[in-house]
């Protein structure tokens, strides 16, 4: 049976159990999930057995999925609503598992609404196509028609930087598409997946169509990647971890979203305190913890005095703590490990790499406080590698083409947000930058959650995902042809 999580609330300590099918399931281990603020307890989850995956998988394929167009669309803009009518519960939720301040979970439950009332928006729409056939000398009296049918048994892997997010990209496009979904939520912030999980079968979802495993990676990660009955494996995460799935998912589908390393380039025209404005939000936000973050601020020299100085004050007055303080802008980052390594690579690029160090780099545990550097060398690993936490490091470039040639020189290419009115240098930018989106007077990560969103080169093969493009990648199109006297 099922409770909601509404029933749950009771208490801060959840003890899960997979969702088999819908079903309650326990494992002999467990694993701990712990609030990165002050290490507590915030609740344990199964670790889950290839046995498991393989039992999920096993009903996915079996199970074909009816549901008409509208039984879809209720299901979906059932579960917008629920989501938001819980909002309190699930923010508080989302911070005590990820460490993110309240402020940026509240805002991802709604980006999670903006998902799901897409979902059942689109999935009213059919995209099938028609072709007449009496086109050419050769031609026939018949129609050719496409339609799109659901791949059936997908495969879903996400990360902890958004937890609830990440999981409604995979879940709502597969659902508008009538397939099943075997999700593995990070064992970092399992909590927030199985309460959205609940919340899908409260609005209707078959239970069939989704299971839940929580579990760790080095158990249950290629059961995931190779089980031969998943049609297509979905992951957002590291570059690393990608390139693994890509190697060893074979002749299997896969849509990968890795990481960034995304710039925000300031030309000399640019009205320098909106661009100082989008340097510091796109850099904290989230605790920097996007993939779309802004990690590498490209800023020419002649105005580069005058800008760091605003981007200085901005970051000075954002509050950085415990993140379950209404009043909190930056929470933690996702544990103290990390927090070190962003503290390492600054002291590096200042010891090493001559950069100047203006505020911050104070860790304290896993709060890694907005810290910016200036003078930064684009070859430190601060800015040459994902730095996946709020720092805000400053590279002086001479003019366009140097910012084009600094932003081009990492391995990844994801997005990039390009302050300037001048229209010559936004279609260069748009030309030149070699990434997935380019955001003229915007950061990196904006977009809607519908519109296609995705990187190239490390950052992923080019498939994009959002609600309409990931509906895409989870069908199949069908071509049939008739007769048409
Ligand atoms: P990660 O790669 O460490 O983990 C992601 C998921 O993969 C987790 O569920 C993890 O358990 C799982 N995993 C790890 N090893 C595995 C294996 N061997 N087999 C199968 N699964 C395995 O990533 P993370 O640290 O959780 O997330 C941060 C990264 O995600 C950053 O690089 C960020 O840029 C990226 N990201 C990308 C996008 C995008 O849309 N491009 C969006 C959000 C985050």
Redesign the pocket.
């Known amino acids: 049976t099922i409770t909601s999580s509404s029933e749950r609330a009771g208490s801060d300590v959840r003890h899960e159990y997979l969702r088999i099918a819908g079903k309650k399931v326990e494992t002999k281990a467990r694993l701990e999930v712990r609030f990165p603020w002050d290490n507590r307890l915030v609740g344990t989850v199964p670790r889950a057995t290839p046995e498991l995956v393989a039992e999920a998988f096993q009903i996915a394929h079996d199970y074909k999925p009816k549901l008409t167009r509208y039984q879809r669309q209720q299901i979906l803009l059932k579960t917008a609503d629920l989501l938001v009518s819980r909002k309190e519960e699930l923010s508080r939720l989302i911070t005590l598992e990820s460490g993110l301040c309240l402020k940026d979970s509240a805002y991802e439950v709604g980006r999670a609404y903006d998902v799901f009332t897409f979902a059942g928006q689109l999935c009213m729409l059919d995209d099938g196509q028609t072709f007449s056939c009496d086109l050419t000398p050769h031609g026939k009296s018949r129609k050719i028609f496409t339609l799109r049918q659901p791949l059936n048994a997908i495969s879903a ?6 937890p609830l997010n ?1 999981v409604a ?1 995979k879940l709502a496009p597969a659902f508008a598409t009538n397939n099943c979904v075997v999700l ?5 912030t399992p909590l927030t997946a199985l309460f959205l999980a609940d919340t899908l079968y409260e609005a209707g979802l078959p239970p069939e169509m989704l299971s839940v495993i929580t579990g ?3 158990d ?3 059961a ?2 190779v089980d031969p009955r998943a049609d297509l494996v979905t ?8 390139k ?2 890509a190697e ?1 998912a074979g002749y299997k589908r896969i849509v ?5 390393n995304d710039p925000l380039i300031v030309m000399e025209d640019a009205d320098l305190d909106k661009a100082a404005e989008l340097a510091v939000a796109g850099a904290t936000k989230n605790s920097g ?5 802004v990690k590498r601020i490209l800023v020419v020299d002649k105005v580069a005095d005058a800008f760091v100085e605003r981007v200085l004050a901005k970051a000075k007055k954002l509050k950085a703590g415990d993140p379950l303080d209404p009043e909190t802008d930056v929470g933690t980052v ?1 544990h103290e490990r990390a927090a070190t390594l962003f503290q390492n690579r600054v002291s590096e690029a200042v010891a090493k790499h001559g950069a100047k160090l203006l505020h911050g780099n104070d860790r304290q545990g896993a709060l890694f406080p907005p810290t910016v550097v200036d003078h930064v060398d684009p070859q430190a690993e601060l800015v040459r590698e ?1 730095t ?1 936490g709020p720092a805000i490091p400053i590279i002086r470039v001479k003019d366009i083409n140097h910012a084009i040639q600094v932003s081009n020189s990492t391995a990844y290419g ?1 997005s990039s947000g390009v302050c300037t009115d001048r229209l010559d240098y936004i279609t260069k930018f748009v030309d030149e930058l070699q990434v997935g989106t380019v955001n003229v007077w915007e950061v990196p990560g904006y977009r809607i959650e519908m519109s296609p ?3 190239i080169k490390d ?2 093969l080019g498939y994009k ?1 959002g609600v309409l493009e990931a509906m895409k990648s989870f069908t199949n199109v069908k071509t049939w042809s008739l007769p048409w006297p």
């Open positions: 892997i996400t990360p902890f930087n958004h990440m990209h593995k939520p990070t064992e970092l760790n990676p080095s249950i990660g290629d995931m990647i992951f957002t995460g590291s570059v690393r971890v990608g693994y799935i060893k990968l979203e890795l990481g960034g913890q996007r993939c779309t973050a996702i994902e996946f994801l969103f995705g990187g950052s992923g995902e």
